[in-house]
């Protein structure tokens, strides 16, 4: 495939993308991981948290995240990525509460890539969170080793989102795709982008789930086909036959444990598994992060979120109940990060080159001791002046 010009479907070779799927990872390649297991370096943040409060050594970590995601199998698992999994539980619980609440809702609940009703799915599970529990919520998300992941991969200023998937025993597998951008238009419309377009989708956005509870690979984690994110025109691919052929008699499931969390680059060919067990109703957060380039698959009221978390993340700054990377992962999972887009003729840039953003004033406002109300108003100040 050439980098300019433009992919079909039918131009696609089912050879390439086979030879390139074939390929191993050298554990010589990826020093950090603590084992290399079905081709997916497997991190052991209990072992490597100590080292993102060091600057050099976060750097390090990050870029060969990064070098995975983009050159190496596509894919990374974060063992123990909550090292205390009781927000695990608590948030389990909220979310079954929604879960039962929006089925007593005149809603339906479609899904991208199985059918409505197949499994309980809960849209926007960033903010529903956050409303129903700021305390839980900050707790959540103040995750350094998430927070670093989604760094190495997007930059600083990234967008979270959230989506919660339950999975049902007997519920059916997904077939396998490739995930947003390009993953969620028609393939008609995935033809109308040239080349480059293709190459771009994949950085704008990490995809992640984390475990909610222990997943065998009976309960259906999901497959992943190593290195599928590095052939170039998969994105006309994937929903050929053959491809998604190869894709079944080739994938790999990694089973999981309640609070580690799985990474991979939305272009790797991948789907959620059969949950053939009898008794475990597998739940995960299906974290899609977007860069503060690009544009998030959903839609949030951040000034609300920022009102709702200011005072509990205070109180837990005055404890020194949360590191400042802790801090950090959740203002980030909170706030705008971005300054654009906005009105430059009511909100121009006063030092430096763009506004100060939701973000920023957060954290400010947490070191100045704004009151609430004081912090309320500016952030609706903020807001008027951008959509004015």
Known sequence: MHSTGYYS???????????IISQTTDKADVPHASAVEKNIPIYDMGTLRPALEDATQRQNLMAEWAQVLLHGAGIVALKGAYADTSVLDEATDIYENIIAEEKEGPAGGGDHFAAAGANDRIWNSLQKLCEKSPDVFLRYFANAPIAAICEAWLGPNYQMTAQVNLVHPGGAAQQAHRDYHLGFQSAGQTATYPAHVHDLSPVL???????????????????????????????????????????????????????????????????????????????????????????????????KMCNLVYGPLGQLVKADALTPLEVSAAIAATAEGYSFPTNLDTDPPKAGLAPETQAAYLARALKEDVDQAAFEAHLMDMQKARHA
Request: proline share 4%.
């Open 205 to 303: 956005t990490l995809q992640g789930a984390v475990a909610h509870c222990d997943m065998s690979v009976e309960s259906g984690p999901t497959k992943l086909l190593p290195f599928s994110q590095t052939y170039r025109s998969g994105y006309a691919a994937w929903r050929r036959d053959d491809f998604r052929a190869v894709f079944e008699e080739s994938y790999v499931q990694l089973p999981l444990s309640k609070g580690d969390a799985v990474f991979f680059s939305p272009a790797l060919f991948h789907a959620a598994g059969a949950n053939t067990s009898t008794d475990i109703h597998r739940m995960a957060n299906l974290l899609q992060v977007s860069s503060a380039f690009g544009r998030a698959m959903e839609t949030f009221d951040r000034n």
């Open 9 to 19: 479907a039918d131009a696609c070779d089912l050879g390439e993308f086979t030879e």
